[in-house]
């Protein structure tokens, strides 16, 4: 069976020095389309264990400088989201005029160079440079590829293509967990980095001369006739769409959280139940592997069913799964034994991460063609700013100015205080974009 999706050549010169994009009608078959989705989940997946293999080398990391909490939060957070979300706004317009496919390869290519650089540091100053060169190559990898499974995959099978794409997220987060811990304990904090930069340099190459640039607008048998929106005009569209106002800002809340959770739950395993790095590792890997990837995969399946009858109904599922979520997080950080924590805490890891696809999956659907890469690094701005940029800078500053009143629990209650906030407040503006999604869909090729 075929798919109705052609190959995109990438562009070339013509005589007179003008860029244009060559066209070969050459069909995509169906197992082609699915090995391309294949190809850009391993991508995420080691884009995730490149970011987040930086959590639980923390405690090793503080160890060796001697920092505050308020320095790992910096390196965590705003050292790597201030380059990856501004960034990805520039190359997303790249990405909308000229091949996807080639600037994914090349981001990858340099996310892991910087990382496995990261091992070389000899101070903090050094560490956080490496982390935002990681922030640079990896804000070339989201918007490009969202973009192309749009392409890829019509609307009716969007959200749940874009569930199997995010969960490299859950995966590259459980190999981050469960290869960090383990070599953070057994070998070093340095050898890790190493270990999961390198490999990538490998993948830059299968991206790049094993899967099609596909045709934009194939999916939905529609002609790509429009002109090259400059960056202010795609953001003017956006911002005047109360739908996607509402999917951004929620979307950010839940990632203040889930970044947050994601980054100093294992220290808060390590210091509040004096558990060994390797051992918290494994408890997260496995939670985070099979927990978070349910909900990404399951969040977008359940969207594609609930929009078959509305659109206004799956935003309306994600904010009730959203709110359960919330009422499980709060217990995880008031119990005093590690396994009814970990135990609790899998409800919240799996029905806080439905949001995700179904946010990519609904801004493409609110925007022209030659839109979609920019749309996507818009919400991918406002949802890094609040939840990576902000969140684990945040709560690593809570911590440092409880410590003097509850000692080593501080990362406790601040943990607690953000997940008491975020999720109901994610929730809301997932309601409300509820309200307005099915008028901003009608008006997709409005000015």
Known sequence: MVSDIVVQAAAYKCPSGTTIEKLVQRPISVLARNYALGVLVLVYTLNFVDRQILSILLPAIKAEFGVGDWVLGFLAGPAFAIFYATLGLPIATLADRYNRRNLIAAAVAVWSAMTALSGLVTNVFQLALARIGVGVGEAGCSPPAVSMIADYYPPAQRSTAMGVYTLGISLGIMIAFLAGGWVAQNIGWRAA?????????????????????????????????????????????????????????????????????????????????????????????????????????????????????????????????????????????????????LAIYIVPVVLSNVYLPTTYAQVQNLVPLRMRAVASAFVLLILNIIGLGIGPQVTGIMSDLLEPSVGFESMRYSLLAVAAVTIPWSAFHYYRASVHIERDLSRVDAS
């Open 193 to 341: 980095f190493f270990m999961v930069g390198l490999p990538g340099v490998l993948l830059a190459l299968v991206v790049r001369f094993t899967i099609p640039e596909p045709m934009r607008g194939a999916s939905e048998q529609r002609q790509d006739t429009q002109q090259r929106p400059k960056m202010r005009q795609v953001g003017a569209f956006l911002f005047r769409r109360p739908a996607f106002v509402h999917l951004a800002v929620g979307s950010g809340l839940a990632a203040f959280g889930g970044y947050t959770s994601i980054i100093f739950f294992p220290t808060f395993m390590v210091r509040s139940f004096e558990l060994p790095v390797a051992q918290v590792g494994l408890y997260l890997g496995l939670i985070y592997g099979f927990g978070a990837g349910l909900g990404y995969v399951g969040g977008g399946y359940i969207a594609d069913r609930l929009g078959r009858k509305s659109m206004k109904l799956s935003l309306q599922g994600v904010a009730s799964l959203l709110m359960v979520a919330w009422i499980f997080s709060i217990p995880v950080f008031l119990m005093f034994d590690y396994r009814w924590a």
